[in-house]
């Protein structure tokens, strides 16, 4: 029987998450409804993909009864208040990175879910690709000896666009592409919060980071040097070291398809688009929807690949990080009191 399919926002993400779920087996994953602020918008998507429902609010979505998951890819000042919506409607959700706004966002919503019994899980879809899997089985099994060094850049020219860079939108580098950076040292190094972290960088007029470098030292002598910019188009090439060797991802390191492990090179591309996307590799947003389906069917309320401890961790470090360049959003100056009134609302 398919995972059904609840869509929260008709936005370019959630377009291409939709056509990401056409390239799995329509028996595994079906999209039965989606909704947007606005019921033509929602309409036209649904048009388009052939959804059978359509909804012009977040609370219809939440009360119907044949939707199993929803993935949230609202805007992300958006996900706490809407994954809790649903969270409390018993929904499983799949929320789009960043988890939310701050670490005090993520384990509310965190709390939430395990009060309701429900799957939560936060949407970096890098942990799930091929690359990723093979990454996480070298460490393992200790190919690369004594993990000593780990080196990664992303970089985009996205300072045009207003939710990158208008600070009520949650712009800022860190939390739209330091994130994924984050998760990947907290994949290779593990789950536990550095010893020491270390963040530079420059702010806009409007008080969002727009290039930072991060540096985290971990126990043992180990360090991730982080480096994310919204100004110009970097590689996205990312080095693991240790004592007995090196991977490297030659690019995309956020969807790697490439990686180099000892000097040989291992390749697993994607399969074919069926429709144009508006981010490229996003095809791969396939992997996760997957394993959310996996997790459903054994009954699990958190992945044991990105579970709900460490995405904690990871806000924690991205909040430290933002604190020492200088970015401070509305959102951080909000007590617990006053989020959970938000969030009831």
Known sequence: MAVR???CSAGKISHDFIVALKTLPPEDHKVVAIAARELKRSQEYAKHHGIPKAYGSYEELAKDPDVDVVYVGSVHTQHHALTILFLRAKKNVLCE???AMNASEVCDMVQVARENDVFLMEGFWTRFFPVSEQIRTVLCQKALGDLKVLRAQLGFRMDNIPRLVEKKLGGGVILDLGCYLIQFASMVFGP?????IVASGFLRDSGVDETVS????YSGNR???LNCTMVIDLSGDALIGGTEGTIKIPNHMNSP???FLKGNQWEWPLPPSPEPLYF????GLRYEAEHVRQCLLKGLKESPIMPLHESEIIATISDEARKQVGVLYEQDCMGKTNRSEETAK
């Not at 536990?192 to 020491?196: E, G, I, N």
């Not at 490229?280 to 095809?283: A, G, K, M, R, T």
């Open 280 to 283: 490229e590799h996003d095809i």
């Open 214 to 217: 991060i540096i985290l030292n």
């Open 97 to 99: 990175k960043p988890m």
């Open 223 to 225: 360090q991730a040097v």
């Open 5 to 7: 399919w609840g869509i």
């Open 192 to 196: 536990d919060k550095p010893q020491s």
């Open 257 to 259: 398809t490439v990686m």
